[in-house]
């Protein structure tokens, strides 16, 4: 048996046209396909992953962030013809490691395969996709590990974990320019963790600096270069449009 190399890659920029289609091919029921302006809205709105089987698109996932280490599984589709593969298990442990706590609501199709893998049923709701067809709560917690050590220094192994987080993400931002977005996946932490830290960095890599290309508006082009807060803008003062190009950084020798 030739052993696939599954892993979940970030679609920073998902383009809404691809993932439309692809759903017909992973859905025949025509009450689980979403139509264009839906799709639009949730790739805004969620966290977008590209299932990859040896490199080819092999199916998506859409995670969204509801605070406190909660992460709701919006979507979890794998390609027809990879099903029945070990994908979705591989899929799944590698989502478990995004977050304290996932929750989801699933069909009765897919039930039995979250339960067997360590999610639990906490209520049925009814016709929830469509009348006769209902939909399962289900949730799974990712235990911590409970580590209140204290280290050599007199530091908390977490202090020391954030110490150690904060200069890999300085390293990083010597190699590379990166969002705040880019930054907290990659280091899997909440955008305002990823704000924190760079501006405990700002004030801390002299003779180095920390640098930005500012933000910028998709619609019109006007530039936030006098914006002095490290955060995406929420709108375009010029046009007034929501969809804003977050600020990259990076850290230049001075």
């Given amino acids: 048996m030739t052993l696939m190399k599954v892993t979940l890659r970030e679609d920073i920029d998902p383009d809404s046209d691809f993932y439309y289609h692809q ?49 709701y599984i919006v979507d979890c589709s794998i390609l027809a013809e990879q099903q029945g593969k070990g994908v979705g298990k591989a899929v799944l442990e590698q989502i478990k490691t995004m977050a304290g706590k996932l929750t989801a609501v699933t069909r009765q199709e897919t039930l039995h395969f979250f339960l067997k893998y360590g999610f639990v049923l906490k209520r049925t709701i009814k016709n929830y996709y469509h009348p006769g067809v209902d939909g399962y709560y289900i949730t799974s917690e990712i235990r911590p590990d409970g580590d209140r050590r204290v280290g050599n220094k007199g530091q908390s192994m977490a202090q020391q974990k954030i110490l150690t987080l904060r200069e890999r993400i ?85």
Avoid at 176 to 181: D, G, P, V
């Fill in 23 to 71: 759903q017909f091919k992973i859905y025949h029921e025509s009450y689980l396909i979403w139509d264009r302006e839906t799709w639009e809205a949730i790739l805004t709105a969620c966290s977008v992953y590209r299932i990859e089987i040896d490199g080819r698109y092999g199916g998506d996932v859409l995670l969204e962030d509801r605070g406190g280490g909660i992460k």
């Fill in 170 to 254: 300085a390293k990083t931002l010597e190699k590379e320019s990166l969002s705040l977005r880019e930054i907290s996946k990659l280091f899997g932490i909440k955008e305002r963790e990823a704000l924190d830290h760079l501006n405990h960095i700002a004030k801390s890599v002299h003779p180095k600096r920390l640098t930005a290309e500012p933000a910028s508006c998709k619609r019109c082009g006007f530039s936030f270069k006098k914006r002095t807060r490290l955060n995406t803008p929420g709108r375009c003062p010029v046009c007034k449009s929501e969809h804003v190009s977050p600020p990259r950084f990076k850290i230049d020798a001075s």
